[in-house]
């Protein structure tokens, strides 16, 4: 017993000079730096509705130093690595979300990571789902010829529009987006597509009301929305033809306006001489007649109003018409 306690404070001796690096090559003991973490310290509930315009509040916390900046995702740049994501140095930020064409509601996700001095990120991000809402704009056509007017073949209008929620505080303010669309009905604006339904009817309003892209819906897809910050257009050079103009407004979260007649949508005459303008016109309709009949969109110089046509054998056909002695009302 009296040996081992002699021999033990020397085993003791050994162990820690080699620990304490007493050899020629010392070890060296190796302090892992662990990453840093993140939370939002304001945001939406999770899967909750708020306004298209979020503010959003984060912080970060490191261990074993401090933390500099921030890197955060949206929608589908979560899918990155978080080297690509956007960086802050900021804590908190105020985000414009938006909706999907056509849509007043949709979901977004946000992610944040904070990254500390060893250059190391929080691999457990904060991260909140929620969806927005907006209020749709709405637009009014303030100058231009009257729904039926006839017009020359230099044409201005002009309009405006309101946002409902597009304030910082959800009020209204005035739009400073809108989109615009001159159509000739009966045709197709390439030449090679569907031609549109004649004049402003219910199924053309359906379209302009369908159109949630930068085009008409297929099969008039050639016909495309103008993007515009004006407030005005002049057209120039226009055909003698039947025309209709819509305008709608489109709000910071993307979503637009509902286009009603004569509101934001109107139908005219283009005629250049006053002979036009006084010219009677006919319109023949029939269950038989996937469309009406009409005269010529040019009265004076167009050809006779007939259409060929097919019907089954033994099929009653009855026809019904009205004629107007100008071209003002239609379409």
Known sequence: ????????PVLFALAL??????SKNPTRLIIERGAPETELTYAPVEADTASFRVHLYWNGYDSDGEVVRFRFAIDSDTLKP????????????VFTFHVAPGDLVGGHVFWV???????????????????????????????GPASGAVAGPTTTFSWSGNDPDGSETGGPVPVDSFEYMLL?????????????????????LALLNEASGNS??????????TATSARSHTF??????????????VDAAGAHSVLQAPRNVRGFWVTPSPERQSAPWMRITSEALT???????????????????????????????VGLPSLAGYP
């Open 1 to 8: 017993m009296c040996r081992w306690r002699r021999i033990a």
């Open 17 to 22: 000079s080699y620990l304490l690096g007493c």
């Open 82 to 93: 978080a080297l690509k994501w956007h960086v802050t140095y900021g804590h908190d930020s």
């Open 113 to 143: 990571s904070a990254e500390d001095n060893d250059g190391k990120i929080d691999h457990t991000p904060a991260k909140r789902y929620f969806s927005i809402r907006t209020v749709p704009p709405t637009s009014q056509i303030t100058g």
């Open 184 to 204: 000739r009905p009966g045709t197709s604006f390439d030449g090679n597509h569907t031609p549109l339904p004649v004049s402003l009817s219910p199924t053309m």
């Open 216 to 225: 008409l819906p297929a099969p008039y897809d050639d016909w495309k929305w």
């Open 236 to 249: 120039t050079g226009l055909d003698p033809a039947s025309y209709v103009f819509a305008v709608r407004a």
């Open 291 to 321: 469309l009406p009949i009409t005269s010529d969109q040019s009265p004076i110089d167009g050809p006779s109003i007939r259409q060929r046509f097919s019907i089954l054998d033994g099929e009653p056909v009855s026809f019904s018409w």
